[in-house]
């Protein structure tokens, strides 16, 4: 190789030691340096903005969806982990139990505005409570309901959202018939609430009285018999990797069970159908609209040496103003009475609705490993039935098995 | 006389950071295997125990691990000899000429290599998407009917292989390229004066002497497909049902997603196992060619 | 034979050699860019507007090309910065890349003792599943406190046992004869091995340049678990970071792909003239 070319190398070499090596000073962390908070997606910059005038100092590091696990698993295995972190509900059970979140009883009792009273019943206090402790404060909130497209409904016949499961399996049988790849809803292969929302709306549980995983139930049969009806009818797309915003704008899939998420997605890539689609309750069975109370909740890492000044910024960002700043930011929700029942974050026809939907929405149960466990198996059973026409009782009764002896503690 | 410390020397740091960063691990993974160790094991070290070899016992009666390695052995049976050849094959073309046509060809066939896996994933779940992507909208202009790429089991398997195969070619062809060009030109020209044509030469001639590279790129291949990893995470996590779960995966989602670290290290020390006796056996059966 | 027959055949012989080639230029052409349409896909999304990338039927070429995307990545989204941080974990990479050669310099010249089962965990730290090492990996750097430093980002991946294989194959080809020359005009050992051994090596430097290049530019998993500040993030885990819960900014993502992608096509063009004359003295035969 040319000399040039040698020397060039071995100067790159160099330098990257010695940049690498200056870069190597960890920040250390004192009691009165700025706090570290974990983000979830690339909500980096907003966070920073939510928190701005809070007059307290804050790292924000944005940690991608798809990484969680990893990240969250290595800082519980070191012990290295932020001030402050985000954590989504379905989450919550398995990292307290690792011990990861710092038990905050006691500690609320000096902040009444992080007490539990002031969120929604679904989702504060013992709700999320994990061995009978709090270890999070609600934060986002987040819920499942029925988004339509009105025109293409009004085309077809139908000139309201429907409001029961029935009508909806209905209704989604007129639209599938509008011709070839035209559907009338759409069932995702990879949302595990899905099914356990309809069995609630059926009037069933998930947890027996004794506080164990239980879905050996007549109302779980029953929603079982709308999720493979759908699928029967021919209905719903059998793809797994069906679009659903996409689905949604082009008119594809009318219907969609989603959440605020979607909403916002539809409005800013299709701003020309507005008007043209709206959300509702989630369609009703016999034991009423349930849905899902999902979101996230904020918690302090067990070992954070600035508990104080963490609970300050809890207490900032559990007030009603930022609540609602958050939403303006970000789309997702508020999970503080006072922010839910505002009047302009309820000028919002579609606020309107998840607001209501809120108000009687259910948590998933608070169990380790839900996801991977319980969800993984519902999905599996439920799509082996209806993509490769496995035996039900079959398939249905391994997933019981799976799921025995889990429990909520 | 020469130094007797000087090799080591030269070898010292390289393999000080092979074992702290390769070896070591794999040693706490063997010992973690025989616990039932799980993220409870950080709140306190009480949770964990010891458990000997049931870790394993577990693994071999879990059909979803058997259904991983039979995915395994499918990828790589069908895509280590596709990459072979193809490689092998698109860089003797690409060898016919040194024009400046050609040359500049290279970089096209080495751009899935150098492009990262997490833009790949975009491109191809939009390309092979059911009902937007833009295969199944080429196919309805020529009236065929859309392609469930990624959720039929079996279509989904070679979407996913054919992903990996497109990207691993391109360093291949590389190699092949640069070992065609020890190739002398003289064996070559002596054989068409001889009146032997164009396939006879390249089959006789050039790719015996192009025995090592071949074995080279069979062997690193081999040890890469084994581990399949990239393709099937990001186009279907593992899906439709476990359709597309290799071992790796696998492992993955029991490690970190469930957190059943002591089941996750067991699965690992089975996989680096078969990867040792796939490679020794291939080493061996290269023995009389080379001294190792 | 008459040198009128013996020219016709060899003009004949030349045209259906011409003939032959150009089929192959045809179809290799053809095959190139069939190869290259994702990423040419990848790049006219890059500047189409949002509701445009997502229309369905796709547009191949883009309506209205804009250039915002990428304005957006550097201004609001901080690529700038993973950008730095990208450059200086490939430029660690580069110190590997030396202590990579001396070993496998040291593996194919000398003879010492302990040298075959040395080679073979060289060999068996390739068979290893990198999902599995993640966590013991994670706790050593932790014990050496080196978290959350871009040397700690890069040290799992900066030695390679497929990268010592390689150097090894080559260096055992070059003749033993020029470094005992070297020793006995009284060069010292580095020095024979940075004078001698090195540039003879050129051709598989280049192509270790580029793979380092490559896997320092792509990291992902390392940057993502070590980086607790996200100052310290590259340009992988920037991209995954735009990959929200329901994609609908496809233009964006493609735009950061295409930043990952380019700077590697330029050091690969660069390089691949030196990856071609070299292997003429292959070890790779």
Redesign the interface.
């Known amino acids: 190789?040319k000399r040039t070319a040698?020397t060039a190398?071995a100067i790159?070499?160099v330098?990257?030691?010695t940049?690498?090596?200056s870069?190597?000073?960890?920040?250390t962390e004192e009691a009165s340096g700025p706090l570290?908070v974990w983000v979830m997606?690339?909500s980096?910059?907003n966070f920073e903005t939510l928190v701005a005038d809070s007059g307290i100092e804050v790292?924000?590091?944005?940690i991608?969806?798809?990484?969680i696990?990893?990240?969250l698993?290595?800082?519980?295995?070191?012990?290295?982990g932020?001030d402050i972190l985000q954590i989504g509900l379905s989450k919550l059970a398995?990292?307290a139990?690792?011990?990861?979140l710092l038990p905050l009883d006691s500690l609320i009792a000096d902040h009444p505005d992080l007490a539990p009273d002031n969120f929604p019943a679904g989702v504060s206090g013992t709700s999320t409570a994990v061995n009978g402790e709090i270890v999070s404060i609600p934060w986002t909130s987040d819920t499942r309901v029925l988004f339509t497209r009105t025109d293409i409904l009004a085309e077809n016949g139908i000139d309201a959202p429907p409001a029961t499961w029935d009508e909806l399996r209905a209704d989604a049988k007129i639209l599938a018939a509008r011709g070839e790849?035209q559907y009338g809803y759409y069932i995702p292969?990879w949302d595990a609430p899905l099914p356990i929302e309809m069995t609630w709306s059926m009037g069933g549980e998930v947890i027996d009285a004794d506080g164990n995983v239980n879905f050996d139930t007549p109302e779980f049969q029953k929603a079982v018999d709308l999720y493979t009806g759908l699928y029967a009818d021919g209905s719903v797309?059998?793809?797994?990797?069906?679009?659903?915003?996409?689905?949604f704008?082009?008119g594809?899939a009318p219907m969609l069970v989603s959440g605020p998420?979607?909403a916002n997605?539809v409005s800013?890539?299709?701003p020309e159908l507005d008007g043209k689609w709206q959300a509702s309750p989630l369609p009703a069975g016999d034991g009423g609209s349930i849905s899902l109370f999902a979101g996230s909740n904020l918690g302090i890492w067990h070992n954070s040496d600035q508990v104080d000044q963490s609970l300050a910024l809890l207490d900032y960002i559990s007030q009603p103003e930022q609540q609602l700043a958050w939403y303006k930011l970000t789309g997702e929700l508020p999970t503080v009475n006072a922010a839910l029942s505002d009047a302009t974050l309820n000028a919002d026809p579609n606020v309107q609705v998840y607001t209501a939907q809120l108000a009687t929405a259910k948590v998933l149960p608070i169990v380790?490993?839900w996801?991977?466990?319980v969800g993984t198996g519902l999905l599996?059973a439920l799509?082996?039935i209806v993509?490769?026409g496995a035996d039900r009782t079959t398939a249905l009764d391994a997933f019981f098995a799976e799921t025995k002896g889990l429990s909520i503690k | 006389m020469r130094n007797r410390l000087v090799p080591y020397f030269f070898v010292t740091p390289a393999m000080l950071l092979l074992i702290t960063f390769g070896i070591l691990p794999i040693a706490v993974a063997a010992v973690i295997s025989t616990t039932n160790m799980n993220i409870s094991a950080f709140a306190s070290w009480n949770n964990v125990d010891f458990v000997g070899l049931d870790n394993y016992a577990k693994l071999f009666a879990d059909s979803d691990f058997w259904q991983a390695l039979g995915n395994t052995g499918l990828f790589a049976v069908v895509g280590v000899p596709a990459i072979v050849i193809l490689s092998l094959g698109t860089a003797l073309l690409l060898n016919r000429s040194q024009s400046w046509f050609f040359r500049s060809l290279r970089a096209f066939y080495f751009l899935p290599a150098i492009t990262a896996i997490v833009a790949i994933s975009l491109v191809w779940s939009y390309l092979y998407n059911t009902q937007f992507g833009l295969l199944n909208y080429l196919f309805s202009l020529v009236g065929v009917p859309p392609v469930q790429w990624l959720s039929d089991p079996w279509l989904a398997k070679f979407s996913v292989a054919l992903v990996a195969v497109w990207r691993g070619t391109g360093l291949n062809i590389i190699i092949f390229l640069a070992a065609l060009q020890g190739v002398p030109k003289e064996y070559l020209e002596a054989a068409s004066l001889d009146g032997a044509g164009e396939w006879r030469k390249t089959v006789s001639i050039t790719v015996p002497l192009l025995r090592f590279a071949i074995f080279f790129v069979s062997v690193t291949t081999t040890i890469a497909w084994l581990q399949f990893f990239d393709e099937p995470f990001v186009l279907t996590d593992g899906g439709p049902l476990g359709a597309t779960t290799s071992v790796s995966i696998f492992l993955y989602k029991e490690g970190f997603r469930l957190n059943q670290f002591g089941y996750a290290s067991a699965g690992s020390i089975v996989l680096f196992v078969i990867i040792a006796a796939i490679t020794l056996v291939q080493l061996r059966l290269r023995r009389a060619d080379d001294e190792y | 034979m008459s040198t009128e027959t013996m020219a016709g055949r060899d003009r004949s012989a030349a045209a259906r050699a011409t003939g032959l080639t150009l089929l192959i230029a045809v179809a290799l052409g053809i095959g190139a860019l069939i190869t290259a349409f994702p990423f040419f896909w990848m790049l006219a999304t890059s500047v189409k507007p949002q509701r445009e990338a997502i229309d369905f039927p796709p547009t191949i070429l883009p309506q209205q090309p804009t250039l915002e995307w990428y304005g957006q990545l550097f201004t609001e989204l901080d690529f700038g910065r993973y950008l730095i941080n990208t450059v200086i974990v490939v430029l660690i990479g580069f110190v590997g890349l030396l202590l990579m050669a001396m070993a496998g310099y040291a593996f194919a010249k000398f003879d010492f003792r302990g040298r075959r089962w040395m080679f073979f965990l060289v060999l068996a730290t390739m068979m290893i599943p990198v999902q599995v090492t993640m966590i013991p990996t994670y706790l050593i750097l932790n014990g050496m406190k080196l978290t959350n430093t871009l040397v700690g980002i890069a040290l799992p991946t900066l030695v390679s046992g497929f990268s010592i294989f390689l150097f090894r194959q080559f260096m055992s080809t070059i003749p033993t004869e020029m470094l005992e020359a070297a020793r006995l005009d009284g060069a010292g050992e580095f020095r024979t091995f940075w004078q001698i051994v090195l540039p003879m090596s050129g051709p598989i430097l280049a192509v270790q340049v580029v793979l380092t290049f490559i896997s320092g530019w792509n990291s992902f998993l390392w940057p993502l678990i070590i980086a607790s500040d996200q100052k310290l993030y590259t340009l992988s885990v920037g991209l995954a970071l735009l990959n929200q819960q329901l994609a609908v900014n496809p233009s964006l993502q493609m735009a950061a792909a295409s930043v990952m992608v380019v700077p590697i096509l330029v050091i690969f063009i660069i390089f691949q003239r030196y990856v071609m004359q070299g292997f003429a003295l292959s070890g790779l035969k």
Do not use: H, R
């Open positions: 190789m040698k190398l790159a070499a330098a990257g030691l940049l690498g090596m870069a190597c000073s960890a920040p570290t997606g690339d980096g910059t790292d924000v590091v944005a991608p969806w798809d990484a696990d990893e990240k698993t290595t800082a519980v295995a070191s012990g290295n932020p398995t990292f139990e690792a011990g990861a790849g292969q797309p059998t793809n797994s990797d069906f679009d659903q915003t996409q689905g704008i082009s594809i998420y979607l997605g800013s890539a299709a380790a490993n996801d991977g466990v599996n799509n082996s993509l490769t």
